[in-house]
């Protein structure tokens, strides 16, 4: 069974950074190589963020996070990261991490929620102006 936990949200005001963590567990005979980060915020729907695939290190982001969120993953400890810069009010949400495996380099679908296998719980980051 695959587990995914993050951790690293909390409250900040805009234009501090924050780390946030997602430890992949479970994972042993099950392909996780591509990863990603999903957010929702308060009354909106959960939409995506940033992704990576794990196997090649391609990495994607949304243009409203390019240039101040990075994805990555380290594979030494099973761990995929979003660092966050500049945050903004607009940023405020709950932030999951989400896993499934993945033969090749995925275009704009990584972007749909629903082909994604493995969720963790999520981890709320409320930014204040």
């Known amino acids: 069974q695959v587990h995914l936990v993050e951790s690293g949200g909390g409250s900040v005001q805009a234009g501090a950074s924050l780390r946030l963590s997602c430890l992949v567990s479970?994972?042993?005979?099950?392909?996780?190589?591509?990863m990603a980060w999903f957010r929702q915020a308060p009354g909106k729907e959960r939409e995506a963020v940033a992704a990576?695939?794990?196997?090649?290190?391609?990495?994607y982001h949304r243009d409203f996070v390019q240039g101040r969120f990075t994805i990555s993953y380290n594979p030494g400890k099973n761990t995929l990261y979003l660092d966050m810069n500049a945050l903004q009010s607009e940023d405020t949400g709950v932030y999951f991490c989400?896993?499934?495996?993945?033969?090749?380099?995925?275009?704009?679908?990584?972007?749909?929620?629903?082909?994604?296998?493995?969720w963790g719980q999520g981890t709320q980051v409320t930014v204040s102006a």
């Open positions: 989400a896993a499934r495996g993945w033969t090749n380099g995925f275009g704009t679908v990584w972007r749909e929620e629903h082909i994604w296998s493995y």
């Open positions: 990576i695939y794990s196997r090649t290190g391609t990495t």
């Open positions: 479970g994972n042993g005979d099950r392909d996780t190589s591509a």
